[in-house]
């Protein structure tokens, strides 16, 4: 969203807390409009007319999307214009995401631009110009304000990403912290398959297992149970993460685990309390109905 260019950092320079960067940034950085598309002509582009393969071509077999996934919409940059529109626009969803954006059933809790922005389908730029639009044309609140707040969060671990390189890989992130992480089979395997003592951890995993996508409440949790509960090298999570997520993004990915791991970028190191995460976050406990109830047989 914020060009390299305009952010008044240099690299060396990024502050190691969100909220200095996040300050400074939204005082003092302009986002640049994004780039108009110009038709070319065929000869300009003369690869127009080749078929994108399909997933038959590429050596995997097609799939049909889970009928309960979150996350049902098509790949491209036409869908993700299309759900920007409807987020925005037609179901005026983003008005109330504040409240909704720890939910974890459906599809309109959360924008779910992710898996577009990720692959690049849609630019953080564009959501957040015609958030601006939507702020003058129809209500501008602490919702729209968090949208663009949580954007900010995905360019804070780009540039902390640029600072740190490789370090965002290693045990010891970029604290460096010498701790003592596991790295036993068996527990790693009964994490991804949704076995453990806890069964708000076990469907948020069954969920990811089965569609690719969780919830962002999920993935705090479930990667805080992984690194803090059962102590776990962080990053054998983040790589089951990074090979499921349909909206894997490395920065965002392993800025989060290390995050939550307590080697990144949380002064307060917290620990999630799991038992009353999913009494506060799944209270009647319908979402762990949803996954848990028959998953072994679908
Ligand atoms: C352990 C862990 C791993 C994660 N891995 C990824 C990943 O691989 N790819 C990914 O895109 N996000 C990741 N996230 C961040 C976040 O969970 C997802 O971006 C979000 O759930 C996607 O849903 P949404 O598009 O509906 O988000 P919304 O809540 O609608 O937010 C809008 C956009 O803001 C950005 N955003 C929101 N929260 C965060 C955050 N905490 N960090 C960075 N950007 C954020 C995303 O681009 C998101 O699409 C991870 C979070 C955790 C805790």
Partial sequence: MFHPDDVPFSSPEIPEVFTVFRK?????????????????????????????????DL????FEAHPKTAFPFQGGETSALERLQNYLFESKKVGFYKLTRNGLIGTDYSSKFSAWLANGSLSARTIFWEMKRF???????????????????RDYFKYISLKHQNNIFKIGGILQKEYEWKTNKYGIQQWIDGNTKEPFVNANMIELKKTGWMSNRGRQNVASYFAKDMLMDWRIGAAYFESMLIDYDVHSNYGNWMYISGVGNDPRNRKFNITLQAKNYDANGAYQKLWLQNSLFE
């Fill in 24 to 56: 400074k940034v939204e005082t003092s950085v302009t986002v640049r409009t994004s780039l108009e598309i110009t038709k070319c002509s065929e000869n300009q582009m003369p690869f127009l007319d080749i078929k994108v393969p399909t997933l038959h």
């Fill in 59 to 62: 050596g995997f077999e097609a």
């Fill in 135 to 153: 702020e003058q044309e129809h209500v501008k609140n602490e919702s729209t304000y968090w949208l663009v707040f949580v954007l900010i969060w």
